[in-house]
């Protein structure tokens, strides 16, 4: 799944990477290294805008509200809980189909968490001695540290209970759709690359020692779905709206394109944010099962 992602580029960096046409300054995220359900994110999106004389697409960057309310449900609250639609039945579910018919996007991050419970913490909780059992959180960022561009639908849900002219009175909401995770080994930090990511493939090699996942799927059964550069421009098009080709949209992106390291359990209260989040450590506080 993923519950917890970074997000620290400016949109000035992301309007140009993305190729964005239109965004709105008053609509800027402070860097956030700790984005939970129900914060702020930027999406990337293609629709008409409002009140144009001329009804085509433009690609824009949005901030919009991660958790997806339906736009027939009653209220938002069960959107804290559809922060993650499944790539296997995105298609059916009746919260999702209609998103994914005419409003996909893209929600671009550093890299995003996941946790692992460590070997000692889970012998108790199988034992009954320990409900909540301490993790060890992994950050999973794309090798060469380019954009992770993760698939994502929105959507726009009316609060009835406020007037039209109420700027609240319209939500705009998103999800990040998720894949099975890669079981293929994780790949290493290119010879080439500078200083820091030479001790940053120094400490991957201690972690691997150490006993520590060597795959996504050691960490966690699912990713999100990570576009790569060359599937953005039919992803985000809401000219495409046929489900049977858009579902071969979904197909997982080429392996080795992204990597893990364990980080400071900071990550895990979410009022805690900065840089120092996303740090690598050269072993993971917590022992694993690997």
């Not at 994780?186 to 020692?209: I, L, M, N, T, Y």
């Not at 960490?219 to 999100?224: A, F, G, S, T």
């Amino acid at each position: 799944m993923c519950g917890r992602y970074a997000a620290s580029r400016r949109p000035e960096d992301l309007t140009g990477l993305f190729g964005v046409e239109k965004w709105e300054p008053e609509e800027t995220l402070a860097p956030d290294w700790n984005v939970a359900p129900t914060k702020g994110v930027y999406a990337v999106l293609e629709r008409p805008l409002k009140d144009a004389a001329e009804p085509r697409a433009v690609r824009q960057l949005r901030a919009l509200k991660w958790g997806l309310v339906p736009s027939w449900a009653k209220s938002p609250e069960g959107g804290v809980k559809m922060i993650n639609a499944r790539a296997e039945t995105v298609h059916e579910k009746p919260s999702y189909r209609r998103p994914f018919a005419s409003r996909r996007c893209i929600l671009p991050a550093d890299g995003y968490y996941e946790w692992v419970t460590g070997s000692g913490e889970r012998q108790l909780e199988e034992k009954g001695k320990r409900k909540r059992p301490r993790k060890q959180p992994y950050f999973v960022t794309p090798v060469d540290g380019s954009v992770m561009a993760m698939a994502g639908l929105y959507e726009f849900w009316r609060d009835r209970t406020l007037p039209d002219e109420h700027p609240r009175a319209w939500w705009v909401t998103c999800t990040v759709i998720t894949t099975e995770a890669e079981q293929e080994p994780f790949a290493e930090v290119p010879a080439a690359a500078d200083a820091a990511a030479d001790a940053a493939a120094d400490a991957k090699d201690s972690v691997d020692e150490d006993g520590g996942p060597r795959s996504l799927a050691d960490i966690h059964p699912r990713m999100p779905l990570v576009l790569t550069q060359d599937r953005w421009a039919d992803w985000l098009d809401p000219a495409r709206t046929d489900p049977d080709d858009l579902r071969a949209l979904l197909a997982p992106p080429p392996a080795g394109l992204l990597r893990a390291y364990p980080v400071g359990t900071g990550v895990s209260d979410v009022r805690n944010n900065g840089p120092e989040l996303v740090t690598e450590l050269e072993a993971p506080e917590e022992a694993t099962l690997f």
